[in-house]
């Protein structure tokens, strides 16, 4: 990169002769973003130092972003080691997380540290599959019954024009739904290894070709609301979606007494009247403390579709006393994550996956994600044991105090 060659791109684009989104098919990527930032810097009167200080190649981001100007750096952190005891992954891990809230960390290694004293935590995927639903427009409701049995009877034909478009991914099934004249399938995919939203999109165009060509069914839109994606819904709380997690760990009486300052009885108690009556007289989707901060956080770390913490976070958390101590468990119902594609390639992002030891595709495909998933479910397990006991002892304003938030 040299000054005259992003002086003559920035002279340029101030002629008209060039636009803002072009300058990557005339320059190399640092250099179309030094360009475009101090094109920025100029009209809005700023000084973009900071975001230009960027520590990677810029190309490493073209399928991430467009009109780069530099980059967000958000600080990152560890809590752990913890040990998780999972389908896909097995031991000590440490566990990136990225944020900007003070204390969150503090309090999520807080969890693990009691986690880990207690033998570590137990994880398993019980779901896994990735939805698009497109919405088909019918004449009336004897239209809609017939379409509905035409994708029963020719799911294999659905199967293999979706399958075509992808050399990993799998269709699992296909459920209709019907609305007056609207009928929605919701197709689910195995997508291996990656997160899979724009794997499933591109296959379920395919078998909505299929649907158009056989049927009087009309494609309205490729999705439909119904998948249902970055939205808070029932539906992926119920059937799932990415990946349905389950993390839980036994706490020991006398661990809960000495490190949590609490009691089972307490904790069991506050996450009751908080967790599950509350959320329900707030008619909310979560009955959860604060999964979405670790969800958050270590889908920044790694690489994951910030916007699909909505879903992510929609999660159940359960504590009981129990003879030996405090049984906690945390539920995620539709947690979309993946190690390869999207975001993972990022150069920080995949050191985070590598952290974890989970980068890349999996053997079998598809265990890097479970494992990734498994992770996740025993970070949000640990930062709410953390919250529900400081609430417990009467103990959160206090550490946000002391720790200076």
Not at 11 to 23: I, K, S
Not at 143 to 159: G, H
Not at 369 to 393: M, R
């Amino acid at each position: 990169m040299t000054e005259d060659n992003v002086d003559d791109l920035i002279r340029r684009v101030r002629d008209g002769d060039l636009r803002f989104h072009e300058l990557e098919e005339h320059a190399d990527a640092d250099t179309a973003a030094t360009a475009r930032r101090r094109l920025v810097e100029s009209d809005a009167g700023v000084d973009l130092d900071a975001v230009g200080a960027y520590g990677f190649p810029a190309d490493r981001a073209d399928a991430n972003i467009e009109n780069m100007i530099g980059a967000a750096q958000i600080p990152m952190g560890v809590a752990g080691p913890v040990t998780v005891h999972g389908g896909a992954v097995e031991g000590e891990r440490y566990l990136p997380m990225a944020t900007t809230e003070g204390a969150l960390l503090a309090s999520v290694n807080r969890g693990c540290s009691v986690i880990d004293a207690a033998g570590g935590a137990t994880a398993r995927v019980t779901k896994s599959g990735m939805t698009r639903a497109p919405v088909f427009r019918v004449d009336d409701v004897a239209e809609a019954e017939a379409l509905v049995e035409w994708v029963r009877d020719n799911e294999d034909a659905l199967r293999e024009a979706a399958e075509a478009t992808t050399s990993h991914g799998e269709l699992t099934d296909v459920t209709p739904y019907v609305v007056g004249d609207s009928v929605f399938l919701r197709f689910r995919y195995d997508t291996k290894d990656a997160m899979g939203m724009n794997m499933a999109t591109i296959a379920t165009r395919a078998a909505a070709e299929e649907v158009e060509a056989a049927t009087t069914a009309s494609l309205i839109a490729l999705s439909g609301n119904l998948c249902t994606d970055k939205k808070p819904a029932a539906i992926n709380a119920v059937e799932g979606r990415g990946r349905s997690v389950t993390a839980d760990v036994v706490i020991p009486r006398d661990t809960v007494e000495e490190r949590l300052h609490t009691t089972p009885e307490a904790v069991a108690e506050v996450n009751t009247r908080k967790n599950l009556v509350g959320s329900a007289k707030a008619g909310s989707l979560g009955f959860n403390a604060h999964v979405a901060n670790v969800v958050a956080a270590m889908f920044l770390a790694t690489g994951q579709d910030a916007a699909q913490v909505v879903e992510g976070s929609n999660a159940i958390t359960t504590a009981e006393v129990r003879e030996d101590g405090l049984y906690v468990s945390v539920s995620l119902a539709s947690l979309e994550v993946g190690t390869v594609g999207g975001g993972t390639k990022l150069p920080t992002q995949g050191e985070g996956l590598e952290l974890l030891g989970v980068a890349g595709g999996g053997d079998p495909p598809g265990s890097n994600a479970d494992a990734l998933a498994e992770c996740v479910a025993v970070g949000a397990l640990a930062g709410e044991l953390s919250l529900l006991a400081a609430l417990g002892s009467r103990h959160l304003s206090s550490a946000h105090e002391s720790l200076g938030r």
